[in-house]
């Protein structure tokens, strides 16, 4: 397949990133390797969109530092970006709405640079009352290079799908049925199986890609902070400027991990009261 006839694709990856690890990096790329190797994509972007403060997380810091050690990792990437949207949120969004908003912002990028066509074809079809007027190649190609988005996540994530009162179903429903899901392997968790196993995921199996990580790289932001907690050294489990601003914020103690402690995390909250 020819690359101009190659969908173009945008990975999306929503999370903590308490803090951002090398492994959070090696997700995007190993997502880009095999999504471009089915010969049906070209990844063009990935998006970190870190968690608000509002998501009530236990041990979960502050946003500011959290995205600050997110863009201080992907500094030297030319393709990772961060986006602040979801952490300035005042209360905690659904990912469902979070790629919603994604997704919509790529349209309206793509609409903004296509404008000047749009325009001139619907006053063509106007004046001569033809509905092909617009079907012309340059309008086609604008329509059919809009961006898809993917959710990028680990197994663990896909495998909460199951947890009660963790997700709407119909958020799962939307986000696997009309977006797609890029997912990673771990170890200790069957992706296959558990899509095998529920009735929404097996019906939009097609429109999941797990991704299988061969070189097995177990890194754990829960184990970085707890490392961070004992003074054990974290460096190459973390970009370097990450390591170094956590030095310099004197970012996770014992005392940060106890926030949010006696707290019920906000989706069960919300879907809790709910129900």
Known sequence: ?????????????????NPITNMHLRMFELA???LEDTGRYRVVKGIISPVGDSYKKKGLIEAC?????????????????VNDWES???EWVETARVVRHHHAELISSENINDDVDTVRCGKRRKLEQNKNICQSSSYINTQADTPHLKLLCGADVLESFGV??????EDIEEIVGQYGVACITRCGSDAEKFINQSDVLYKHRKNI???REWVTNEISATHVRRALRRGQSVRYLLPDPVVRY??????YSSESEQKNADVILAPLQRYTSTN
């Open 65 to 81: 530092h959290r995205l600050e050690m997110a863009r201080l990792a992907t500094e030297n990437s030319d393709w990772i970006t």
């Open 1 to 17: 397949m020819a690359s101009q006839e190659k969908t173009k694709l945008v990975l999306l990856a929503c999370g903590s990133f």
């Open 164 to 169: 009660p009162n963790l997700w709407k179903s």
């Open 88 to 90: 300035q949120q005042s």
């Open 246 to 251: 956590i030095q310099d914020h004197s970012l």
């Open 209 to 211: 890609h797990v991704v």
């Open 32 to 34: 880009r390797d095999h």
